[in-house]
C-alpha cells in the first residue's frame, strides 16, 4: 500500500491530465501537483538555509526596522497603538518583544531626539533597504529571475511596504476596538443573546489571523521583481497565514522546552526560542513563495516535474534545442511573432524550467536573442539571417558553445580532423534543411 502510494506520487500523478476528471477530482489532482511541486522546489532551492540566512539577517535588522517603524509612528502619534499590536502579534514572547521595542526606542533618541536625520536615517535606510532586499533576493530566486531592483526602486519600493505594513498593523488594531465597542453596545441595544454576542467577538478574535494573511498575499505578490498576479498571491497567503498561524499555537501552546531552557540560558530563555520562532517563519514563509510561484506557472510545470536540463543526455538536449529553434523561426517567418518561454513550454509539454535553460543555452550559442516586451516578458527571435539557420548550424553552434580551449592540453590533430569532416558531412547532408522549410 505505502509502495503504491509513493509510486503514484512519484511517477502516476503526472500522467494525469486535469481535463478528463469532473471539476472536483481535477482540482485535487492540480492542487497535489501544485504542493508536490513546492515541497520539491522548497528542497532543490535550498530554502531551509536561505531561511536560516533570512534569520540570521532578522537577528541584525529587526531593530531597525522597529526602529523605522515607531519613527514612522510616532508622527502620527500611533507609538502606543503600534508596541499593542506587536505585543499582540507575538504572544507568550512579551519579554522579547519589550527588549526590542526598548532597543529601538533608543536606537531613536540617539539620532537626534524628536527627528531622525543625518548619518542615523543613513544607518536605519541601509539596514531596512539590506534586510528586505535579502528578502527579494529569495524570492527572486525561487522566482527563476536572475535580477532584482535597481537601487531607486529599492528605497521607494521598500519605503512603500514598510508603511504599508504599519498601516495594516495600526488598522488591524483599531478595527477590532472600533467592532468590539460596537458589538457590546449593539448588544445592550437588541438584547443580543449572550451566545450570540461570544459568537461574534470570537470571530474578531481571528483578526491576527487575516492580518497575518493580508500581509503574506502583499508581500508574495510586490516582493519579487516580477509581475505576480493577485489570485496567486492571495491562495498563497491564505495558506501560509493559516500554516503559520496554525504552527505559532501548537509551539506556543506546548512551549517545547521552556523549562530546560531556563535552566541553561535563565533570564536569556527567550532568545532562542524567538531564533527558532523566526527560523521556522522564514521556511512558512518561503515555502508559500514557492506554492504563489507553481499556482501561477502551474500549465508549464505540470509534465516532467523530476527532470532538469542538466540531467539530459546531450542527443536530447540536440534534438530539443531543434524543436525549440523551429517554432521560433517558423512563428518569426510566417507569423512574425516571437514567443515566450511559457508559450514554447506549453507547445512541446515540457516543464519551463527546461525550456528556460534550453533557451539560455541558445543564447550563448548565439542561435536565438532575448528581448524585453514593454511588459517586461522576455521573447525570443532569431539572432541570424533564417536563410542560414540549417540543422547542422544549429547542431554546430551549439557544440562550439562554451570553452573550446584548455591551457596545457595537447590536442591531437587526428581527432580534430574526423570531426571537422563529420562536421562538413553534416552539412552537405541531403538532411540538413533550413529549419524554416522543414
Known amino acids: 500500500?505505502?509502495?503504491?502510494?509513493?509510486?503514484?506520487?512519484?511517477?502516476?500523478?503526472?500522467?494525469?491530465?486535469?481535463?478528463?476528471?469532473?471539476?472536483?477530482?481535477?482540482?485535487?489532482?492540480?492542487?497535489?501537483?501544485?504542493?508536490?511541486?513546492?515541497?520539491?522546489?522548497?528542497?532543490?532551492?535550498?530554502?531551509?538555509?536561505?531561511?536560516?540566512?533570512?534569520?540570521?539577517y532578522t537577528l541584525l535588522a529587526v531593530v531597525p526596522v522597529i526602529a523605522m517603524l515607531f519613527g514612522i509612528a510616532k508622527g502620527f502619534g500611533l507609538e502606543k497603538m503600534l508596541e499593542q499590536q506587536l505585543l499582540e502579534q507575538i504572544p507568550h514572547q512579551d519579554t522579547t518583544v519589550l527588549k526590542l521595542i526598548g532597543f529601538a526606542r533608543?536606537?531613536?533618541?540617539?539620532?537626534?531626539?524628536?527627528?531622525?536625520?543625518?548619518?542615523?536615517?543613513?544607518?536605519?535606510?541601509?539596514?531596512?533597504?539590506?534586510?528586505?532586499?535579502?528578502?527579494?533576493?529569495?524570492?527572486?530566486?525561487?522566482?527563476k529571475i536572475s535580477k532584482g531592483r535597481p537601487l531607486s526602486r529599492k528605497l521607494s519600493d521598500y519605503i512603500a511596504f514598510m508603511l504599508l505594513g504599519l498601516v495594516l498593523l495600526i488598522l488591524s488594531s483599531s478595527i477590532t476596538v472600533?467592532?468590539?465597542?460596537?458589538?457590546?453596545?449593539?448588544?445592550?441595544?437588541?438584547?443580543?443573546?449572550?451566545?450570540?454576542?461570544?459568537?461574534?467577538?470570537s470571530a474578531l478574535s481571528l483578526s491576527p489571523l487575516l492580518l497575518m494573511i493580508s500581509l503574506f498575499s502583499i508581500t508574495f505578490i510586490f516582493m519579487p521583481n516580477h509581475k505576480v498576479a493577485?489570485?496567486?498571491?492571495?491562495?498563497?497567503?491564505?495558506?501560509?497565514?493559516?500554516?503559520?498561524?496554525?504552527?505559532?499555537?501548537?509551539?506556543?501552546?506546548?512551549?517545547?522546552?521552556?523549562?530546560?531552557?531556563?535552566?541553561i540560558y535563565g533570564s536569556l530563555a527567550a532568545l532562542p526560542l524567538f531564533v527558532i520562532w523566526v527560523q521556522i517563519g522564514w521556511m512558512i514563509v518561503l515555502f508559500g513563495c514557492e506554492l504563489a510561484f507553481y499556482i501561477q506557472n502551474y500549465p508549464s510545470y505540470r509534465h516532467n516535474h523530476n527532470h532538469t536540463f542538466s540531467e539530459f543526455s546531450f542527443a536530447l538536449k540536440k534534438i530539443v534545442a531543434l524543436h525549440v529553434t523551429y517554432l521560433i523561426v517558423k512563428n518569426f517567418v510566417n507569423l512574425g511573432k516571437t514567443l515566450t518561454a511559457d508559450a514554447i513550454a506549453?507547445?512541446?509539454?515540457?516543464?519551463k524550467a527546461i525550456v528556460q535553460s534550453l533557451l539560455d543555452f541558445l543564447v550563448a550559442s548565439h542561435i536565438v536573442i532575448r528581448l524585453k516586451t514593454e511588459d517586461g516578458d522576455d521573447v525570443y527571435l532569431p539572432s541570424v539571417d533564417t536563410n542560414k539557420l540549417t540543422v547542422a548550424f544549429v547542431i554546430n553552434a551549439l557544440e562550439q558553445c562554451g570553452q573550446n580551449n584548455v591551457p596545457n592540453f595537447k590536442q591531437d590533430p587526428v581527432f580534430v580532423n574526423m570531426l571537422n569532416n563529420f562536421g562538413q558531412w553534416l552539412e552537405t547532408s541531403e538532411q540538413n534543411r533550413l529549419l524554416k522549410d522543414i
Open 346 to 351: 506549453l507547445e512541446l509539454l515540457l516543464s
Open 1 to 56: 500500500m505505502t509502495i503504491n502510494i509513493i509510486h503514484f506520487i512519484k511517477d502516476d500523478i503526472w500522467l494525469l491530465t486535469e481535463h478528463e476528471f469532473p471539476l472536483l477530482k481535477a482540482t485535487f489532482i492540480k492542487s497535489l501537483k501544485i504542493v508536490l511541486l513546492a515541497i520539491q522546489d522548497f528542497m532543490r532551492d535550498l530554502c531551509p538555509l536561505r531561511a536560516s540566512a533570512l534569520t540570521l
Open 230 to 263: 493577485a489570485v496567486p498571491g492571495i491562495i498563497a497567503g491564505v495558506v501560509t497565514g493559516v500554516m503559520y498561524h496554525v504552527l505559532q499555537w501548537l509551539y506556543l501552546g506546548l512551549q517545547i522546552g521552556v523549562s530546560s531552557y531556563n535552566a
Open 106 to 143: 533608543n536606537l531613536l533618541e540617539k539620532t537626534q531626539g524628536e527627528v531622525i536625520a543625518g548619518i542615523g536615517v543613513v544607518v536605519l535606510l541601509w539596514s531596512v533597504t539590506s534586510m528586505i532586499g535579502n528578502i527579494e533576493d529569495s524570492f527572486n530566486h525561487i522566482w
Open 178 to 201: 472600533f467592532l468590539k465597542t460596537k458589538i457590546t453596545g449593539l448588544s445592550t441595544v437588541i438584547a443580543l443573546p449572550e451566545f450570540g454576542e461570544s459568537l461574534l467577538l
